[in-house]
């Protein structure tokens, strides 16, 4: 497990990260999300000691990572790190080797790499003649061809098509699945929603949620219930301590403003009493609701 603790840093007056800790278990999936400059890259980069930090720290399976524990782990750069003139095999076999990985074995597992993600025939090409998509791809295949045991990847699946996507996260899946500990920035909070087992949101610097994304939504989203009927459902508007959100075409959106007591459950025995009810269950918010709640 990689564990960040209470990590702080600061570029000049600007405090960048504030009191961060996140952990990142083996074999779990850990999406890291936050809007333009809520310092994720710098996260990262503290993680794998390109950066220090003013206070905190940082260890990986209980050690301080030193230059031989850092070479287990793979990293895949905000900035990318290939050469634009280099050949997309011998510059995987290089890193490989870098790595201290038998120039074989660094071989086959470049090509196997490139193969898996669809560039097997263009081994021998330079990065530069690659689609903006393709180069994306090799630049991951860099960050996993010493076969690491923890990866840390900033924004991977930025400006890939879906079918990339896909084979990337079947490849990150591989990965995990073997007990390789994986943190992922992005975006694409679909994307996040879809691959992560564990999520960090940040937020100006500072963790603002962090858990199972099911569990960050039950949490955040106890109070919504959607009840969906065919009956008149005038009498709703009377009901104390619950407010009408939303009216939809065979139903209501209810927000329970008082939770105990069991007022979901009067509400639902009010509603059959009127009618059958075809459902009527919590609304939990997506992660973009959640995104937008805690990044406030
Ligand atoms: N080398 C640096 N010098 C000065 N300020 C920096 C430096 N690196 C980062 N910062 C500042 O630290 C803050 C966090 O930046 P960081 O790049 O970590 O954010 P981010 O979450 O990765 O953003 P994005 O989603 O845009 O990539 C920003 O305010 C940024 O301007």
Request: hydrophobic fraction near 45%; proline fraction near 4%; include cysteine.
């Amino acid at each position: 497990m990689l564990v960040l603790d209470n990590i702080t840093r600061r570029f000049g007056d600007r405090l960048a990260l504030d009191d961060v800790s996140l952990s990142v278990p083996d074999g779990r999936m850990v999406g890291f999300v936050g809007a333009n400059g809520a310092g994720k890259t710098t996260t990262m980069r503290i993680a794998l000691g390109v950066l220090a930090a003013d206070s905190g720290t940082v260890t990986f399976r209980g050690q301080v990572p030193d230059l031989a524990l850092r070479r287990r782990f793979g990293y895949m750069p905000e900035e990318r790190g290939l050469y634009p003139k280099g050949r997309l095999l011998e510059q995987l076999v290089f890193l490989a080797r870098l790595h201290g990985v038998d120039r074989g074995v660094a071989a086959k597992r470049g090509q196997d790499l490139l193969d898996r993600l669809g560039l097997g025939e263009r081994a021998n090409d330079k990065l530069e003649s690659l689609s903006l998509g393709n180069q994306q791809r090799v630049q991951v295949a860099a960050s996993l061809v010493h076969d690491p045991e923890l990866l840390v990847l900033d924004e991977p699946f930025s400006g890939l098509d879906p079918l990339a996507v896909d084979a990337m996260a079947d490849l990150l899946r591989e990965k995990t699945a073997a007990g390789v500990g994986v943190l992922f920035s992005s975006h694409q909070l679909d994307l996040v929603d879809r691959l992560c087992d564990d999520l960090v949101i940040l937020h100006a610097g500072r963790v603002v949620a962090a858990g199972e994304p099911e569990k960050l939504r039950r949490e955040r989203g106890g109070s919504r219930y959607e009840l969906v009927t065919d009956a008149d459902l005038d009498w709703v508007r009377d009901v104390a301590g619950v407010r009408l959100a939303e009216r939809r075409e065979h139903g209501v959106v209810l927000e329970l403003l008082d939770t105990h007591a069991d007022l979901d459950q009067k509400i639902l025995a009010e509603a059959v009493r009127r009618g059958p009810v075809r459902s009527f269950a919590p609304l939990l918010p997506t992660l973009s609701e959640l995104f937008q709640e805690v990044s406030r």
